[in-house]
């Protein structure tokens, strides 16, 4: 089966600009996630949906980040306006409705905020 | 949040020594995943354990949950160059949400 895609691989931007990364889950996959990892530490859970309804939201700082998932497919992760902090990795991940049969991520988003 | 604490945090080894890697929390978790990650990919699922006591053996890796379910570890043998990465434990404490440790990075040397 197809895999979690995610584009693009790498993005540079300024602070202050906007950016957005994209996600396809895998097909089936009713739960999706983004995680946030900064370099040298372990992923940190941002936002969970389940189909297209947001599950769990804490961790995401709504002042700034922003995502949606229509259609319970595709998603996306908008960060408006980008701080220096900001800097990290950005995977996505989906699962069957049961996290025991573990996630599968895609092979995330490297974002440099300048 | 609940916090999973990894050890050690980085570890260099030369090849065909043996390793053991901690994962420790105060809270009770349902289930524990193992993840291997390698640069500039995803994490990849290794192992989950679900009883408390439970061990695993994936060729030359064995993982074991604590009889508690607040703990686990993660033992390699005779480690190989290939075993290098990331290794992430994360917890299932409920519903469906994972909390990842903050990894033990692993470097085996020929």
């Known amino acids: 089966e197809a895999g979690v895609a995610q584009s693009p691989r790498y993005k540079i931007i300024e602070k202050r600009q906007s950016v957005a990364f994209w996600c396809n889950p895998i097909?089936?996959?009713?739960?999706l996630y983004w995680y946030q990892q900064i370099l040298g530490q372990g992923p940190k859970l941002l936002i969970q949906?389940?189909?297209?309804?947001?599950?769990?939201d804490s961790q995401l700082p709504k002042d700034r980040f922003s995502a949606e998932r229509l259609k319970g497919v595709d998603s996306t992760l908008k960060i408006q306006p980008a701080k220096l902090e900001d800097s990290a990795v950005y995977l996505c991940?989906?699962?069957?409705?049961?996290?025991?049969?573990?996630?599968?991520f895609g092979s995330g988003t490297r974002l440099t905020v300048v | 949040t609940q916090l999973l604490e990894q050890s050690p945090q980085f570890l260099s080894i030369q090849e065909g020594e043996n390793l053991t890697v901690y994962c420790n929390s105060s809270?009770?978790?349902?289930?524990l995943q193992w993840y291997r990650q390698e640069p500039g990919e995803g994490p990849v699922l290794l192992v989950t354990?679900?009883?408390?006591?439970e061990v695993k053996k994936l060729k030359r890796l064995t993982f074991q949950f604590g009889d508690a379910r607040k703990d686990s570890s993660l033992h390699i043998t005779a480690a190989q160059p290939g075993d290098t990465g990331l290794y992430l434990c994360?917890?299932?404490?409920?519903?469906?949400?994972?909390?990842f440790g903050g990894g033990t990075r692993l470097m085996v040397k020929p």
């Open positions: 991940a989906s699962s069957l409705v049961a996290a025991n049969y573990g996630y599968t």
């Open positions: 097909s089936g996959h009713a739960t």
């Open positions: 949906f389940q189909n297209n309804g947001v599950v769990d």
């Open positions: 809270s009770v978790f349902s289930s």
């Open positions: 354990v679900v009883t408390g006591g």
């Open positions: 994360a917890g299932i404490e409920w519903g469906n949400m994972l909390t």
